[in-house]
């Protein structure tokens, strides 16, 4: 599984600006541009992307850090994409370089981490919290 994944490998994502991922929609901000929760997500798809294809059944990764600036706002009817690259391998962490881009810039950069883990031993863990209420 981790053993595979080697450095340099990218991933893509990208996705059309439209009145559903703006900063109005998320609630983060109150024009009408691309969101940054909505980039970060998109930096997160393009590091799945170019990951999950190397993970065995049952495992998955999931975010614990993520560290960007958006640097330039993105108007709805623009499209947005995110790549990845694998740039460090620590046992199950997993550490990215991403960036966005418009059709015109670049809008994003940053660093984000992931660890691989085994979904059923997670999901029961998180659901665990509910006997505690």
């Not at 990218?10 to 600006?17: D, I, L, P, T, Y």
């Amino acid at each position: 599984m981790a053993q595979e994944l080697k450095i340099g490998i990218e991933g893509k994502a990208s996705v059309a600006v439209n009145d559903g991922n703006t900063a109005i929609a998320y609630g983060s901000g109150s024009v009408s541009v691309f969101a940054t929760p909505a980039m970060v997500g998109l930096m997160e798809r393009a590091a799945i992307s170019s990951i999950d294809p190397f993970l065995e059944t049952g495992y998955t990764t999931v975010g614990t850090q993520i560290n960007v600036k958006h640097l330039a706002a993105t108007p709805v009817g623009m499209n947005v994409s995110a790549t990845s690259r694998l740039v460090e391998v620590d046992g199950r962490r997993l550490l990215f370089e991403v960036e966005a881009r418009d059709d015109v810039e670049l809008v994003g950069t940053g660093l984000h981490e992931r660890y691989i883990i085994k979904m059923d031993g997670f999901i029961n863990r998180a659901e665990g919290k509910l006997t505690k209420i």
